[in-house]
């Protein structure tokens, strides 16, 4: 029998992101039918990029414009459509949005919810994820309705799939804000304009650049490689750089293409937040460093001379291309 499973896309100003794609392509597997649940406006060329991915059902969910940032009413508008159109699972991004907006639709829900998983098997309702430092894999057996799934941005790489597709209107009526009112929305501190938890290339600093405004030579290398910045938590804990660029166990897991780790030695609780990343690039004075046994490429360098190079050789480059 054919399942309906629902994948909510975080759109951002330019539409489909790689992180959502690469999501839906998880949620897309045998005799399976995709509905997309749409919180923040659909249209036409939405549609089809969504059908390029596998996306049959566009479902349009209309919310009262000033509820629109209420993370509580977001996940019963969502439950309002996963039960109007009979959905069995639902997937959605390991983000921050996703951490705000996956558990509360769980918890209504009183289903099972599993997040930063790098795989899902909707047959056996197994969903993969990792434990203890990133050192296991957890396979988890999911039992009760409607499991949910967070799943690790770039933990899949997009694979298109056309199929013909519809644009469903849903007006999730009138839903009651509760205790939770959204005074301002806004982003936090010092951060890149990339998302740390969907670049494809980042660009981290630890111990090694010694101080705070010394981030600026990563920031100013990750405009131009189209980077995030990352951070070790030596480096947040000295207050270079806020929480939200932290990289590692008690941080964000990421898996870029490209992992770039200037002055980070590499420790267990560093890497469980880095190892599933495509490349690992490390710069640093010691040979003996951890990272430098672990990792594709090394300079044994001075951070603090290599970076800046690079960014000057980034921009040389952009001016002959
Ligand atoms: C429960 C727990 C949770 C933790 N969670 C996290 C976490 O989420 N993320 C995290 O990162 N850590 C975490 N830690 C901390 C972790 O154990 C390490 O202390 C931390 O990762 C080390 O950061 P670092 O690599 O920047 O510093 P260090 O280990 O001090 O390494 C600095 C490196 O910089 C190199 N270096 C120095 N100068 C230069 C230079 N000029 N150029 C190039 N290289 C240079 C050195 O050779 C050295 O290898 C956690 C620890 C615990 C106990």
Same mark, same amino acid.
């Given at each position: 029998? *054919?399942?309906?499973? &629902?994948?909510?896309?975080?759109?951002?100003?330019?539409?489909?992101?790689?992180?959502?794609?690469?999501?839906?392509?998880?949620?897309?597997?045998? =005799?399976?039918?995709?509905? %997309?649940?749409?919180?923040?406006?659909?249209?036409? *060329?939405?549609?089809?990029?969504?059908?390029?991915?596998?996306?049959?059902?566009?479902?349009?969910?209309?919310?009262? &414009?000033?509820?629109?940032?209420?993370?509580?009413?977001?996940?019963?508008?969502?439950?309002?459509?996963?039960?109007?159109?009979?959905?069995? %699972?639902?997937?959605?991004?390991?983000?921050?949005?996703?951490? =705000?907006?996956?558990?509360?639709? %769980?918890?209504?829900?009183?289903?099972?919810?599993?997040?930063?998983?790098?795989?899902?098997?909707?047959?056996?309702?197994?969903?993969?994820?990792?434990?203890?430092?990133?050192?296991?894999?957890?396979?988890?057996?999911?039992?009760?309705?409607?499991? #949910?799934?967070?799943?690790?941005?770039?933990?899949?790489?997009?694979?298109?799939?056309?199929?013909?597709?519809?644009?469903?209107?849903?007006?999730?009526?009138?839903?009651?804000?509760?205790?939770?009112?959204?005074?301002?929305?806004?982003?936090?501190?010092?951060?890149?304009?990339?998302?740390?938890?969907?670049?494809?290339?980042? #660009?981290?600093?630890?111990?090694?650049?010694?101080?705070?405004?010394?981030?600026?030579?990563?920031?100013?290398?990750?405009?131009?490689?189209? %980077?995030?910045?990352?951070?070790?938590?030596?480096?947040?804990?000295?207050?270079?750089?806020?929480?939200?660029?932290?990289?590692?166990? *008690?941080?964000?897991?990421?898996?870029?293409?490209?992992?770039?780790?200037?002055?980070?030695?590499?420790?267990?609780?560093?890497?469980?937040?880095?190892?599933?990343?495509?490349?690992?690039?490390?710069?640093?004075?010691?040979?003996?460093?951890?990272?430098?046994?672990?990792?594709?490429?090394?300079?044994?360098?001075?951070?603090?001379?290599?970076?800046?190079?690079?960014?000057?050789?980034?921009?040389?480059?952009?001016?002959?291309?």
């Amino acid at each position: 029998m *054919t399942k309906h499973v &629902g994948v909510i896309p975080e759109l951002d100003g330019r539409g489909l992101k790689e992180a959502d794609m690469g999501m839906i392509t998880l949620a897309r597997q045998k =005799d399976t039918h995709l509905f %997309a649940l749409v919180l923040d406006g659909s249209d036409e *060329t939405l549609k089809e990029k969504l059908s390029s991915y596998g996306v049959s059902t566009l479902v349009d969910i209309r919310l009262a &414009g000033d509820l629109q940032h209420n993370p509580e009413v977001r996940a019963k508008a969502v439950i309002g459509a996963v039960k109007k159109f009979g959905i069995s %699972a639902v997937f959605g991004l390991s983000t921050a949005r996703g951490k =705000d907006l996956l558990p509360r639709i %769980a918890a209504l829900l009183e289903s099972p919810l599993v997040m930063d998983c790098f795989n899902v098997d909707l047959e056996a309702n197994i969903a993969e994820t990792s434990r203890y430092s990133g050192k296991t894999l957890a396979k988890i057996k999911v039992t009760g309705p409607v499991p #949910i799934f967070g799943i690790r941005p770039n933990a899949k790489e997009p694979v298109r799939e056309p199929v013909s597709a519809k644009i469903i209107q849903f007006d999730a009526g009138a839903i009651a804000s509760t205790q939770l009112r959204v005074v301002k929305t806004g982003e936090t501190g010092k951060g890149s304009k990339i998302s740390l938890a969907e670049a494809e290339i980042i #660009i981290s600093g630890g111990r090694g650049m010694k101080n705070g405004e010394n981030f600026t030579q990563l920031f100013q290398c990750a405009e131009k490689l189209n %980077a995030a910045v990352g951070a070790s938590r030596v480096a947040v804990d000295s207050g270079w750089v806020p929480y939200a660029l932290q990289v590692g166990q *008690t941080g964000e897991k990421v898996s870029p293409k490209v992992y770039i780790a200037c002055g980070i030695s590499g420790s267990i609780q560093h890497f469980a937040g880095m190892k599933t990343s495509g490349m690992v690039i490390a710069i640093n004075l010691d040979t003996a460093a951890p990272i430098m046994s672990n990792c594709d490429y090394y300079a044994v360098a001075d951070a603090l001379e290599v970076v800046p190079e690079l960014t000057k050789l980034l921009e040389k480059s952009a001016c002959v291309t």
